[in-house]
T-cell receptor, first 110, second 114 residues
C-alpha cells in the first residue's frame, strides 16, 4: 500500500527566508507525485507535479527515488505563500486518484 | 483547467436524517469523480471513486450503504450520507478532471450532524 508522510504539521519562516516542506513516500512501483496547496478559504489546487518539472510561484520539487522524497522548496518565502500544503501520490495511473499526506501549515512571518 | 462545483458548502442536519452533496463538472465530462473525507487537522482520505453509469468503487473500510454514491450523468456525481450520526460530521471534498490530467477539486462541504 502507498503512504505519504509529511513530518511537519506546522512550519513558520520569515519573509525572504528559504523554505522547505518535507514529503516522503512509500510505494513499490513508479509513483506520480504532486504538491497541492490550499489558501485560506479557497479550494485545494495543484501547485506542481513532478513529471512536469515546472517551477510554480517560485516553488520547485525534485523527486528523489533513492530517498523516496519529494520535498517542496522555495528560496525566498513570501507572505502570500502562507497556506496549507499537501503532498500527494498517484499510483493508479489516474492523476486524479490520490493518496495525500497529512499536510503542512506554512506561515510566512513579516 | 477544469472547474468542479460542489454544493452545499455547509449543511447541518439532525441525527438520523440523510443529506445529499452534489458535485458537478462545469466545463468537462467526468466519467469518474473522486470523493474524499477530511477530519479536523488530518489529511484527505479517499472514500470512493464514482463511475458514470455504473457502481462506485469504495475504499476499504468505507460503508457503501452509509455513503451512497450516484453518478448518473457525465456532469453530476452525488454523495448521500444516510442515517447520519455525529461521527459522520466532517469535511467532504469531491474531485475530478479530464483524462490524463491532474485532479481539480470542489470547494468542499462541511457537514455537521447534531
Amino acid at each position: 500500500a502507498q503512504r505519504v508522510t509529511q513530518p511537519e504539521k506546522l512550519l513558520s519562516v520569515f519573509k525572504g527566508a528559504p523554505v522547505e516542506l518535507k514529503c516522503n513516500y512509500s510505494y513499490s512501483g513508479s509513483p506520480e507525485l504532486f504538491w497541492y496547496v490550499q489558501y485560506s478559504r479557497q479550494r485545494l489546487q495543484l501547485l506542481l507535479r513532478h513529471i512536469s518539472r515546472e517551477s510554480i510561484k517560485g516553488f520547485t520539487a525534485d523527486l528523489n527515488k533513492g530517498e523516496t522524497s519529494f520535498h517542496l522548496k522555495k528560496p525566498f518565502a513570501q507572505e502570500e505563500d502562507s497556506a496549507m500544503y499537501y503532498c500527494a501520490l498517484s499510483s493508479s495511473g489516474s492523476a486524479r486518484q490520490l493518496t495525500f499526506g497529512s499536510g503542512t501549515q506554512l506561515t510566512v512571518l513579516p | 483547467g477544469a472547474v468542479v462545483s460542489q454544493h452545499p458548502s455547509r449543511v447541518i442536519c439532525k441525527s438520523g436524517t440523510s443529506v445529499k452533496i452534489e458535485c458537478r463538472s462545469l466545463d468537462f465530462q467526468a466519467t469518474t469523480m473522486f470523493w474524499y473525507r477530511q477530519f479536523p487537522k488530518q489529511s484527505l482520505m479517499l472514500m470512493a471513486t464514482s463511475n458514470e453509469g455504473s457502481k462506485a468503487t469504495y475504499e476499504q473500510g468505507v460503508e457503501k450503504d452509509k455513503f451512497l454514491i450516484n453518478h448518473a450523468s457525465l456532469t453530476l456525481s452525488t454523495l448521500t450520507v444516510t442515517s447520519a450520526h455525529p461521527e459522520d460530521s466532517s469535511f467532504y471534498i469531491c474531485g475530478g478532471g479530464r483524462p490524463n490530467t491532474e485532479a481539480f477539486f470542489g470547494q468542499g462541504t462541511r457537514l455537521t450532524v447534531v
